[in-house]
């Protein structure tokens, strides 16, 4: 293996690596340098934190104006009508029974013998 064979070289390219990922410290939000686990931890989580909270960017009211509007209020009613008993037992019935249509497992055979006892 050339691993063996070049040992002092991988373990001085290791040492590089090592030193070259050390983190001594961070500036926090002040600029101010802290050094030491819990003051680094506190900066990693506060700063994280400050990512994941949500402002008023990313809320839905403040970018929808800025969108195209492709759906049609035609085509928005049917897709919010009321779905019928007797659609879904044609959609059921009419796929494969050997299939999944999701990552459940569940077969289309489940879903048709439970529509067919229960609903129908």
């Known amino acids: 293996m050339e691993g063996d064979r070049n040992r002092r070289f991988f373990h001085a390219m290791a040492m590089v690596r090592r030193r070259r990922n050390l983190l001594l410290g961070l500036n926090d939000s002040d600029r101010i340098w802290h050094e030491g686990g819990e003051e680094v931890e506190r900066i990693v989580l506060d700063y994280v934190e400050g990512i994941f909270q949500a402002n008023d960017a990313c809320r839905p009211e403040s970018v929808t104006p800025m969108v195209d509007r492709r759906v049609t209020n ?22 494969p029974i050997d299939k999944s249509p999701g990552p459940d497992g569940m077969t289309i055979h489940f879903f048709s013998v439970f529509l067919a006892y229960y609903f129908f």
């Open 74 to 95: 035609e085509v928005n009613s049917q897709l919010t009508r009321v779905i019928t008993s007797e659609e879904v037992k044609r959609t059921v019935f009419d796929m």
